[in-house]
Nanobody, 115 residues
Framework: QVQLVESGGGLVEAGGSLRLSCAAS????????MGWYRQAPGKQRNLVAA???????NYADSVKGRFTISRDNAKNTVYLQMNSLKPEDTAVYYC?????????WGQGTLVTVSS
């Protein structure tokens, strides 16, 4: 069973940066594609960035050029570097496999971007 713990969220001004981390337990991490998802208030949760086990990345159009996903398989950790943040990036950010495991959702980490 995979357990995921997100960290690194916080309050930042528009134009600022944050780096999120997701520590994963479980032996499947190194062979799984991983993703960062976000859920804004009143909206559904969406995938914003994904990375395969070999490092191929993919991004939602809304974050392309601003966010960078990476992973360290030795540390069972996936990261999301977020630059040039906008108020519309405000959301709870979660990591999970891609596609997501329904029972693996963690608590997420809140990112708030002030204008």
């Amino acid at each position: 069973q995979v357990q995921l713990v997100e960290s690194g969220g916080g309050l930042v001004e528009a134009g600022g940066s944050l780096r999120l981390s997701c520590a994963a337990s479980g032996s499947i991490f190194s062979i799984s594609a991983m993703g960062w998802y976000r859920q804004a208030p009143g909206k559904q949760r969406n995938l914003v960035a994904a990375i395969t086990s070999r490092g191929t990345t993919n991004y939602a159009d809304s974050v392309k050029g601003r966010f960078t996903i990476s992973r360290d398989n030795a540390k069972n950790t996936v990261y999301l570097q977020m630059n040039s943040l906008k108020p519309e990036d405000t959301a709870v950010y979660y990591c999970n496999t891609d596609p997501p495991l329904p029972d693996a959702w963690g608590q997420g980490t809140l990112v708030t971007v002030s204008s």
